[in-house]
C-alpha cells in the first residue's frame, strides 16, 4: 500500500512538474539542473523517511504535503535536465551558431510553454468529465469537443506566428532541421522505457547514432 502510494505521489508530479517550470525564467545549465536535482533528491529521500515515521503516529497529513512538494522539485529538475538535452540536440542536428542558439531558444521554449498550456486547458476539461461521477450530459460532451478543437486551431495560429518570427532569426532549412530532429527526439523517447536507470543518460547517445 506504501508503496503504492508514492507511486501515486510521483506520477502526481509527472503531470504537475511541467506547469511549475513554466514559470521557471531563467535557463539552467546541464551542471547546475543535475546538482540542484541531487539535492532535492535528498530531500525527497527525508521527506519520505518522515512520512514512513507519521504514518505510525497519524501524523501524516503534514509530512504527506512535504513528500509532495519534495516530489515536485525533483519533476522539475529532471524536466529541466531533459530540456537540457532536447536542446543540445536541435542544436545539433540543425547545425546551429552559437549566436542563432543564443537567439532562437529563448523563442522555442516560449513556443513550447504556450503550447503546452492551450494543450493543458482543453485536457483538464476532458479528463474532469471522464473522472466525474455523477452523469455527464451529451451537452456537456459536446462542450468539451468544442474546446478541443478550439485548442487545436489555437495551437495551429500560435505554431504560425512563432515559425513566421523563427524565419526571421534562421534558414528555412535549418527550420526544417529542427522538425526533422524534434521528430526524432520524440520518437527515441517513446522507445525509452520510464523508471529504466540509464535509459535518459543514453538518449542523446542513441539519437547521435542516428544520422540517416
Do not use: C
Not at 478541443?148 to 500560435?158: H, L, N, P, R, T
Not at 520510464?194 to 544520422?211: A, E, H, I, V, Y
Amino acid at each position: 500500500m506504501r508503496n503504492f502510494l508514492f507511486s501515486i505521489i510521483l506520477l502526481w508530479s509527472l503531470t504537475a512538474f511541467s506547469q511549475v517550470a513554466i514559470a521557471q525564467e531563467k535557463v539552467l545549465t546541464l551542471s547546475e539542473a543535475e546538482a540542484l536535482l541531487e539535492k532535492a533528491q535528498q530531500k525527497y529521500s527525508k521527506a519520505k523517511d518522515a512520512y514512513r515515521k507519521s504514518l505510525k503516529t497519524g501524523e501524516e497529513t503534514t509530512t504527506l504535503k512535504a513528500l509532495r512538494s519534495a516530489s515536485l522539485e525533483v519533476g522539475r529538475y529532471r524536466l529541466e535536465i531533459f530540456k537540457v538535452h532536447k536542446r543540445d540536440f536541435l542544436r545539433e542536428r540543425a547545425e546551429l551558431s552559437d549566436e542563432e542558439a543564443a537567439e532562437f531558444f529563448p523563442y522555442y521554449e516560449e513556443l513550447q510553454n504556450k503550447l503546452f498550456r492551450i494543450h493543458d486547458d482543453a485536457q483538464r476539461e476532458i479528463k474532469r468529465l471522464l473522472r466525474s461521477k455523477e452523469p455527464v450530459s451529451d451537452a456537456e460532451y459536446q462542450a468539451a469537443v468544442a474546446k478541443k478543437i478550439e485548442a487545436v486551431q489555437e495551437e495551429a495560429q500560435v505554431q504560425k506566428e512563432y515559425y513566421e518570427r523563427f524565419l526571421k532569426i534562421l534558414p528555412a532549412r535549418k527550420i526544417v532541421l529542427i522538425f526533422d530532429a524534434e521528430a526524432r527526439f520524440s520518437q527515441e523517447m517513446m522507445r525509452t522505457k520510464p523508471g529504466k536507470q540509464g535509459n535518459r543518460q543514453n538518449l542523446l547517445q542513441s539519437l547521435k547514432n542516428d544520422k540517416k
